[in-house]
């Protein structure tokens, strides 16, 4: 089992940056797919980012170049930096992780944290 805890969500202006954090609790986290999804209003949850236990790391095309996904095993944790941000990113982000074993799995998530950019 694992539980993932986001923070680092808020408001901030066009153009600006933020950097997310997920804290996860649980085994073998070095040896699990992480990845940070979003989503708006009335729109599906998609992940925009992620990173495999082996440390390939992916992007959606509106993301990459401005956000950057990184994790820290020895304590368990997960980032997401976002530089440029533009009012379109404006979602409620969340943290997810998969089982041991799998090479792209976004089987746990976390509660999700707001994020606004004002125009």
């Known amino acids: 089992q694992v539980h993932l805890v986001e923070s680092g969500g808020g408001l901030v202006q066009n153009g600006r940056s933020l950097r997310l954090s997920c804290a996860a609790s649980?085994?073998?986290?070095?040896?699990?797919?992480v990845g940070w999804a979003r989503q708006a209003p009335g729109t599906p949850r998609d992940v925009i980012a992620s990173?495999?236990?082996?440390?390939?790391?992916v992007y959606i095309d509106s993301v990459k170049g401005r956000f950057t996904i990184s994790r820290d095993n020895a304590k368990n944790m997960v980032y997401l930096q976002m530089n440029s941000l533009k009012p379109e990113d404006t979602a409620v982000y969340f943290c997810?992780?998969?089982?041991?074993?799998?090479?792209?799995?976004?089987?746990?998530w976390g509660q999700g944290t707001q994020v606004t950019v004002s125009s």
């Open positions: 997810t992780s998969g089982r041991v074993g799998r090479y792209s799995d976004a089987f746990y």
């Open positions: 649980g085994t073998d986290f070095s040896s699990r797919f």
């Open positions: 990173i495999t236990a082996q440390g390939d790391a």
